[in-house]
């Protein structure tokens, strides 16, 4: 069965900071990887995906991650955070042939002090 | 905005009792899941459904809960017989047409067993 680790749980940064959060999954095989974020009160939205080509993605509010498949991680960067990107980060991996069964991460907690 | 409307958004109800939760797509889907976020915890894979039939169900998905789709508008989870454990953030989501694994969330309904 496929798993997904985060491994920070709760991060704290200052705005402008420099922000990398990790993800690894266990899977041999093609898998479609995703990160959604749940800002305080909200509910998971999609922040990026990645189905196949460049391993480079781009999404939402500044954010990318790269796929590395020899590491099997898809960790999530963002050059200069900002006080509103405080929120949960998920990572999570659909591998099989039902597209939207996802396995997630336990999520990283982002506090960004102003 | 989410693009499924959950009701309620939190219900409380004791042991033993049935619960309804219900997801309201804003427009026509046909692939639909159900994830649930046990306090702490990870999000966790419950349920999907495609084209009014369930089309794979997780280990979580015992005979205590069904989901059906009675007016071809709601979509709805049922727990029969609430046990202590259940007590969690249930999300519904609904997938992309193209079957290609995003998947779009509410808000959440919270349900607490007491």
């Known amino acids: 069965a496929q798993s997904v680790s985060q491994h920070n749980h709760h991060v704290i940064l200052s705005e402008a900071a420099s922000l990398e959060l990790g993800c690894n999954y266990s899977?041999?095989?093609?898998?479609?990887l995703f990160w959604y974020v749940q800002y305080p009160g909200q509910h998971l939205q999609l922040l990026l995906k990645y189905f196949s080509g460049d391993p480079l993605v781009k999404g939402i509010k500044g954010f990318e991650a790269e796929f590395i498949k020899s590491k099997f991680s898809f960790n999530l960067r963002k050059p200069s955070v900002q006080w509103s990107d405080t929120a949960e980060y998920f990572c999570?991996?659909?591998?099989?042939?039902?597209?939207?069964?996802?396995?997630f991460g336990d999520g990283t907690t982002l506090t960004v002090k102003p | 905005e989410p693009e499924v409307t959950q009701t309620p958004s939190h219900q409380v109800t004791q042991m033993g009792q049935e619960v309804i939760l219900r997801c309201v797509p804003i427009s026509n889907h046909l692939y639909f899941y159900w994830y649930r976020q046990i306090l702490g915890q990870k999000v966790e894979f419950l349920v999907s459904f495609y084209n009014n039939e369930i089309s794979e169900k997780s280990e979580i998905f015992d005979d205590q809960f069904s989901v059906e789709r009675p007016d071809g508008s709601n979509f709805t989870l049922k727990i029969r017989s609430t046990k202590l454990e259940d007590s969690a953030m249930y999300f519904c989501a609904r997938g992309t047409s193209a079957g290609t694994g995003e998947l779009f969330f509410g808000e959440g309904s919270r349900l607490t067993v007491l």
């Open positions: 999570a991996v659909n591998a099989g042939p039902n597209a939207g069964k996802s396995t």
């Open positions: 899977y041999g095989g093609t898998v479609n």
